[in-house]
């Protein structure tokens, strides 16, 4: 176990670098059309998606490191909760954990926005969404940063210790 955790943050640091490439190729239509050969179109929710992952990887780096293993079924929400748990008892700063349920909550709103349209049918619907979440998108963007580059200096002041 003392190394996985090195494999959880490589797979944070992973997802975190995606939704900053999604993010540049969902503000660049030029490079859509010239270099992808694709129509001009965004990937805003994919950007939170990545962002989140980054961040939920992070956490279970380093809940790792504190001997706290998560696993299915419900594996998200225990990770949440052990980080929760760390910030309640101190070891965390509460702002990681602003982060973490901040992301956690556009995710969630992501999903119930799919929920509620796959029924719907209309461009106008589709082409609206997308679009609508370029701010959060970069909001999730820097709040991943944040939490990775924290949790990356927590997991190297604990391996440290442990060696």
Known sequence: ????????????????????????????????IEIFGMKEDTYYSAVISHAYYSIFYAAKAYLLLKGIKTQAPEEHRKTFDEFSKLVHEGIVDVELLKIYQNIMMKA???????????????????RRIPQANQEPA?????????????????????????E
């Open 108 to 126: 969630d709103t992501l999903l119930h926005t799919f929920e509620l349209e796959k029924g719907k049918r209309g461009t106008f619907t589709y």
């Open 1 to 32: 176990m003392d190394f996985e955790h090195k494999i959880y943050l490589a797979r944070a640091q992973n997802e975190l670098n995606l939704s900053v490439m999604v993010q540049k190729i969902s503000d660049d239509k030029k490079m859509q």
């Open 138 to 162: 970069q909001e999730s963007i820097k709040n991943a940063t944040v939490f990775f580059n924290n949790i990356y200096r927590l997991c190297e002041k604990v391996d440290g210790k442990n």
